[in-house]
């Protein structure tokens, strides 16, 4: 079942994660196409089984960065290996956190993989002083709108990836000078 998704990552590549059809899938991995259904009862179940492929990927590359004893570098350390993650494979980075697959809910159990990244996330963020809900929040939409206009806009480059730490430095600060206020 591995090769299978590795070919379905590798069809995404070329045609976007939506494009991906069992019929190429099945081409692609030299058997006929009913077969699949052997591995995968529905194209939904075969994007489960990215999902949790593509979180499980995630989780391998964050646990082989080591992070800093400081808290607001470690954040920084790990949400750039998350964006470079992100960045270099859009498809993956949309089945991922875009959920443009109409009808597409991964299941639980695929969830979970996704769970312990942002869990990490958010140990890592209360660390650096996040403590509440609502910044951990701000937090991590701001570092996904990053992702978002890096690919929309200049992907390949680093116009906007590389703002993170001023914006890490920025988010990180506020929940200090509101206390001071």
């Known amino acids: 079942m591995a090769s299978i998704v590795a070919a379905a990552w590798r069809l995404s590549g070329e045609h976007g994660v939506g494009g991906v059809s069992l019929r190429a899938l099945a081409r692609e991995v030299g058997i006929r196409q009913p077969s699949l259904y052997e591995y995968f009862d529905s194209k939904h179940a075969l994007y489960d089984s990215m999902f949790a492929d593509g979180n499980r990927q995630l989780l391998a590359r964050l646990e082989a960065v080591k992070l800093p004893r400081d808290p607001r570098a470690a954040v920084k350390s790990f949400m750039q290996a998350f964006i470079g993650f992100s960045v270099e494979d859009v498809p993956r980075y949309v089945l991922l956190f875009q959920r443009q697959i109409p009808g597409f809910e991964p299941s639980a159990e695929s969830y979970q993989p996704a769970q312990v990244f942002l869990n990490r996330a ?37 116009r906007w990836i590389r703002h993170l730490n001023r914006l890490a430095d920025m988010y990180l600060d506020e929940p200090k000078r509101r206390k001071r206020r």
């Open 122 to 158: 958010i140990e890592l963020l209360h660390a650096a002083g996040l403590e509440s809900q609502a910044d951990v929040d701000c937090f991590i939409a701001m570092v996904a709108g990053l992702v978002d206009a890096q690919i929309s806009n200049d992907p390949g480059g680093h």
